[in-house]
């Protein structure tokens, strides 16, 4: 039955138009037909079961990027980098010690006769040695004698074989007697070229000049005698190629050969290079007076280490 209901028609007496819906064009707000509760939440439901289609993935916008390494059609190219190079110390030649007429002489060379009571002696040396150094971060040592024929040369190769027989360690012997030199006679290597004088002024490097006998030892060996050698040893030029020969191959102890005190001023003006003198005395020859000379030579330049005798024999009991 149909009902009609007075009231609910507006009592103006004029007429009432509707307002249509704005279509879509016109408006984003879209209106929805009158439905019923249930109806409406069923529809939402399904919407929200329903599998939704996959988005399409965005594309990402092209950069340009310089790539290190050279494209080819079938691989990449690898690039390689160039090797290492080797620490300086381990860029010196090695070379092997002429020993033979030593073996068959009976010479006192720690290395070969640890028996012998003057090798117990420079092992005492060495260890003392290494003691004061180690205290005073000190590592260059002088090796000289009053007078020629002490056995300073003997006694700096001796000490430096000592040295080198401590594991993990680096020795650097240097002949410095330039005057008269000996480290390469002694130890059977006149054959190898020297270049003192050239590495000295700084013309070659310390590769170029040193050789190395084994892990724990290296040797700058001086060749035919320089009639300059005070001149060439206190140039600025020597200074700073000795400096920069211990900065590359970091040794613990640096031994110089230098030669005799007396003889001549190349010691005196080679001290301001060295961090202290170990002084060798001949028994048999070496005089008081010559100590005393010698003591007043290195003055305050330089401390001295101590005094080695050369050729002592024990008194019997």
Wanted: with cysteine; proline share 8%; glycine share 4%.
């Amino acid at each position: 039955m149909a009902y009609h209901d007075t009231t609910l028609v507006p009592s103006i007496g004029h007429t009432v138009q509707m307002k249509k819906p704005e279509s879509p064009e016109n408006s984003t707000k879209v209106q929805r037909p009158f439905r019923r509760r249930a109806a409406l939440e069923a529809e939402s439901r399904r919407d929200l079961l329903a599998p939704r289609a996959p988005e399409e993935k965005r594309a990402e916008p092209a950069i340009e990027t310089q790539d290190i390494r050279h494209m080819t059609d079938d691989q990449p190219e690898k690039i390689q980098l160039p090797a290492t190079r080797p620490a300086t110390w381990d860029r010196l030649p090695v070379v092997s010690l002429g020993m033979r007429k030593h073996l068959l002489a009976r010479s006192p060379l720690v290395s070969f006769f640890r028996e012998d009571p003057a090798a117990k002696a420079f092992d005492l040396l060495r260890t003392r040695l290494l003691h004061a150094l180690k205290s005073r971060g000190w590592r260059r040592v002088a090796v000289a004698a009053p007078t020629a024929g002490s056995g300073a040369t003997f006694t700096a190769v001796n000490l430096a074989l000592s040295l080198a027989r401590v594991p993990d360690s680096r020795t650097l012997l240097v002949d410095l007697n330039l005057r008269d030199p000996g480290i390469a006679p002694l130890l059977g290597l006149t054959d190898i070229p020297a270049r003192t004088r050239e590495f000295l002024k700084g013309h070659i490097g310390a590769d170029e000049h040193l050789v190395r006998c084994s892990d724990t030892l290296a040797l700058g060996l001086a060749g035919e005698p320089v009639r300059d050698a005070s001149e060439l040893l206190q140039a600025p030029a020597s200074e700073i190629v000795l400096d920069e020969m211990i900065d590359e191959l970091s040794p613990d102890v640096v031994l110089y050969d230098l030669p005799a005190v007396l003889r001549s001023d190349d010691l005196q003006a080679f001290l301001p290079n060295v961090d202290a003198v170990l002084l060798v005395a001949d028994a048999t020859r070496t005089t008081g007076e010559e100590i005393r000379a010698c003591e007043k030579v290195i003055g305050d330049a330089a401390p001295l280490l101590g005094i080695v005798l050369n050729r002592g024999r024990a008194k019997a009991a």
